[in-house]
């Protein structure tokens, strides 16, 4: 028995008069490492007559880059995807010795290649706090310190919605003791990067069952580097390790790398409409990976 599940996501912008796109960039497609595997994926985009092309940025994350000639009054992109949600186990990593045991320590080599990742912002006095307030929990090897902390961010920081753009500092964040999905995950980044770590922002869809059913979201969490087994993926929203329902489409030092559409338009009026919907196809109407 398979556990597909298909995702269809439309954005959908309105203009109020014609105008002219500059190149959009889009970032919702998922990374051939995806621990989730991906059945297949189409993009397509309105209006046509437009030129797309595929490149992978200074990340490896994949983007389509959009270019129209003529103006338009609107821009839709749809995407399809299904994906094998057989069950993963988090914890199951190959952790070498120096992944194991903590501090989490780096070669020479690693350091110098995760540097970008490395680099924490200034700490306020919120995120000071926090921080010696880490260094006290009692927890022996590495995921478990790890566990202990992406735990603590959840419980400190209640979950809202925040359709407004941009990431609140972590200073921000602690100090309202509340923030989005993306608000959270950027204060863990912080405090892993002051505690030594390498860890990255990362975007993608959020597919799990609940009482309403199964629903699928953007979301945001963390992926930290440890020695022997690679990126592992922390929610601060949950407060669990990412599994099976985390489907990464980007992830890079800084939230703004990562946002799913970017790009210049003329002035004027724009209205943003989004829906996300979940199927449960059956095998004969799975279609093959599309990705042009």
């Known amino acids: 028995m398979t556990c597909h599940v298909t995702l269809v996501h439309r954005t959908s912008y309105r203009y109020d008069r014609p105008v002219f796109l500059g190149p959009q960039t889009i970032r919702l497609r998922p990374d051939a490492a995806c621990r989730t595997p991906i059945v297949s994926y189409e993009m397509d985009i309105l209006p046509s007559g437009h030129r797309r092309t595929w490149r992978q940025d200074d990340f490896g994350n994949h983007e389509a880059r959009v270019t129209f000639e003529d103006r338009v009054t609107r821009f839709d992109i749809a995407i399809r995807l299904t994906a094998d949600l057989s069950p993963i186990n988090p914890f199951d990593l190959s ?28 700490a306020g006095p919120h995120l000071r706090a926090f921080l010696a307030e880490v260094a006290r929990l009692e927890h022996g090897g590495t995921l478990d310190r790890l566990v202990a902390i992406n735990r603590l ?13 941009g990431v609140w500092s972590a200073e921000e964040t602690l100090g309202q003791r509340t923030g989005s999905c993306r608000d959270s995950a950027w204060l863990l980044i912080q405090v892993l990067r002051h505690m030594g770590m390498a860890a990255r922002f990362v975007s993608g ?43 990464a489409l980007a992830a890079a030092v800084r939230p703004d790398q990562v946002a799913p559409v970017t790009g210049m338009l003329d002035n004027c009026t724009a209205t943003l409409d989004v829906s996300m919907t979940i199927h449960h196809p059956v095998d004969a109407d799975v279609k093959k990976d599309s990705r042009t």
């Open 205 to 247: 869809y959020l597919i799990q069952d609940g009482a309403d059913g199964t629903t699928g979201d953007l979301h945001a969490w963390v992926e930290t580097w440890l020695p022997g087994a690679g990126w592992v993926g922390f929610d601060t929203t949950s407060g669990l390790l990412t599994s099976q329902g985390h489907i």
């Open 153 to 165: 961010v959840a419980a400190r920081i209640a979950y809202r919605t925040r359709m407004e753009a």
């Open 95 to 122: 952790l070498c010795e120096t992944g194991r045991r903590w501090p989490v320590t780096y070669t020479p080599a690693q350091a110098r290649g995760l540097a970008a990742f490395m680099a924490p912002l200034p």
